[in-house]
């Protein structure tokens, strides 16, 4: 009995062990099919590589997401509401079997804002004048800052900005930029090492196209198809947990590569421009070209009428100028709008280069009864001491200043004043039997009777010009320096003159400028300082309604003020002859060329 009782004790501990181990067994095999399970449900997002660092895990209150969710719409691209609507269309397919599950069991992956903005880290923002976009800095881009570091040429690229046409082409350069920036992170990540590989064939698939085609036309047919597949890759990269840290970094290194790229292309343009606008154009240096060679070709009878060129009760006019056709459009304005032209001489003063051509424009074209003189005041054997070693042209200072002491730079307002060159200073020498002319420069256009000036009395002062008292003397004191005058006298500008040449004479004008030129040549802004002192007291104001200036430079000019006007001053680098000269201001100008004359067609003057 105690045998048999012995013996069933012991088969009792075995069953209960054999036991204990199948219902182990049976808990590993449950275990091991519920890691899979897990890991497709998306747990394995607490898990990362070596390497990598992961989110932070979001806290129950919810600001960690939110914070997140904020940098990531910072760090998206700007695209299309249709592309994005696909994105999230996309993702929801993906994810459709995760969206079944419980909350706490779905994917921890980073949404797809419905609308992404790219914004940008430092001081860039977007403006918007006059309807056009305009991205701005701190330094380059901002409209004062730019107006003060590269003038005019910010104005006509605000006014010749041109509209993106090639939107597929800006749009793959987006989906580049935004492909680069997630591409370093993906790579790090080894369970996403097939959406790497779809990266790095996108990446180069697109740059491939981009360095072959830089319109909409030069792209190939399939372009809509890779676009798409960027567009895909791009959605999927942004449905997984990333470190935002790296990507932050790669967009602002490749932020800063472009900054840089477009601060380079700024200042080339800038250059180009002062370039274009310095230089003298194609089609007139042939003019001039054309009509030096046929001067000496044609030999035409050169008349010469030595007794008007000094008589002193004719009305004598004066250009100094190196352009043939903006003196030509000058002397023909002033002679169309002329009562009686039998009176009017104009002189013509240019240099070595330009002589011969202006001398045969001026025997082959008539300006009605009014005669033209053409003289060389580079040439010594005829005026000995009254010439210099090359013809200076009036001289054009841009000024700008704030509105009031308080105003940011971009609310400045720029001026740019037109003053005597060196070349005015011999006049009294050049003409001596002269007691009075009105000296015109180049850039105007008459459109009215100027009869009236001759009969002005200026009170014995030497010279009548516009002043222009929104730049006041005391302005300008950083370039007039220590030296004693009237702060708040206004300034003045060359363009239409009417000079006293006996009262010159009288107070020895050229010899007091040429003794404040020795003394301030060291000076930036020597000659505006000569001159504005040289004439201090000296300036009989015209009235406001004789010259209305700024059609070199400002857009903003009222078209009835224009027609009013008796001469319209194109003062500022867009000059008229220029293709980048301001097209609504240019008509005034070219309705005084003649259209039909065969050297201006041949060189293509006419367009």
């Not at 003189?373 to 005829?382: G, T």
């Not at 060291?522 to 040289?534: D, I, P, Q, R």
């Not at 008229?576 to 060189?603: A, R, V």
Request: charged share 25%; aromatic share 10%; proline share 4%.
């Amino acid at each position: 009995m105690k045998g048999g009782s012995g013996g069933g004790g012991g088969v009792a501990p075995a069953k209960r062990r054999w036991r204990g181990l199948a219902i182990a067994v049976l808990f590993l095999v449950i275990l091991s099919m519920l890691v899979p399970l897990g890991f497709l449900l998306g747990l394995h997002s607490g898990f990362h590589s070596a390497g990598h660092m992961p989110l932070q895990r979001p806290s129950p209150s919810g600001d960690r997401s939110s914070h997140i969710d904020n940098l990531v719409r910072k760090l998206g691209p700007t695209l299309p509401k249709d592309v994005l609507k696909g994105f999230v269309n996309e993702a929801k397919n993906e994810t459709g079997s995760i969206n079944a599950t419980p909350k706490t069991q779905q994917k921890k992956g980073i949404p797809i804002p419905p609308q992404v903005v790219m914004q940008p880290f430092t001081s860039k923002n977007i403006s918007r004048i006059n309807g056009k976009a305009k991205m701005k800095s701190d330094v380059d881009e901002s409209e004062g800052f730019c107006d003060l570091k590269y003038g005019s040429y910010c104005i006509w690229r605000e006014e010749n900005r041109e509209e993106m046409h090639d939107s597929m082409v800006k749009k793959l350069k987006d989906q580049l930029f935004v492909a680069r920036a997630y591409f370093p992170s993906i790579v790090k990540i080894p369970a996403q090492s097939k959406l790497s590989g779809e990266f790095k064939q996108n990446i180069q698939e697109v740059e491939r196209v981009l360095s072959e085609s830089t319109t909409d036309a030069d792209l190939p047919p399939e372009i809509q198809k890779k676009s798409r597949r960027m567009e895909a890759v791009i959605a999927r990269a942004k449905s997984v947990s990333l470190d935002c840290n790296n990507i932050d970094k790669k967009l602002r290194q490749i932020f800063d590569l472009t900054e840089d790229e477009a601060n380079f292309h700024m200042k080339q343009s800038a250059f180009l421009y002062q370039l274009a606008v310095q230089t003298m154009p194609k089609s007139l240096h042939c003019l001039s070209m054309r009509l030096t060679v046929e001067y000496f070709r044609d030999h035409l009878f050169d008349k010469e009428l030595s007794e008007k060129y000094s008589d002193p009760t004719l009305q004598h006019y004066v250009i100094f100028s190196n352009n043939v056709i903006a003196s030509s459009v000058v002397i023909n304005s002033t002679v169309v709008h002329a009562i009686d032209t039998v009176n009017q001489v104009f002189h013509v003063l240019t240099d070595w280069q330009n002589y011969y051509a202006m001398k045969h424009w001026f025997l082959r074209n008539t300006f009605r009864d009014a005669v033209v003189q053409v003289l060389n005041i580079e040439d010594p054997d005829s005026y000995g001491k009254a010439t210099l070693s090359h013809l200076t042209l009036p001289v054009e200072f841009r000024v700008s200043f704030p509105s009031n002491d308080s105003a940011p730079a971009i609310n400045n307002r720029t001026q740019y004043v037109s003053i005597f060159s060196h070349s005015h200073y011999l006049l009294p020498e050049i003409f001596k039997n002269l007691e009075k002319v009105v000296v015109l420069d180049d850039d105007v256009v008459v459109q009215q009777d100027l009869s009236a000036l001759w009969s002005l009395n200026m009170g014995g002062k030497v010279t009548g010009a516009i002043e222009i008292c929104s730049v006041k003397m005391d302005q300008l004191r950083s370039y007039l320096g220590d030296h004693s005058f009237q702060k708040h006298s206004c300034s003045w500008m060359s363009g239409l003159n009417v000079i006293d040449l006996a009262r010159w004479r009288d107070l020895d004008i050229s010899e007091t400028y040429w003794k404040l030129v020795k003394e301030v040549s060291m000076k930036e802004g020597s000659a505006l300082l000569a001159t504005l002192l040289t004439f201090q007291d000296q300036i009989y104001a015209l009235d406001r309604v004789w010259v209305l200036s700024g059609l070199g430079h400002d857009y903003g000019l009222d078209i009835e003020g224009i027609k009013k006007a008796a001469v319209l001053h194109y003062n500022g680098n867009m000059k008229p002859w220029l293709d980048l000269g301001i097209p609504k201001y240019k008509e005034y100008w070219k309705k005084f060329l003649n259209h039909e004359d065969q050297y201006l067609s041949e060189c293509n003057v006419n367009r």
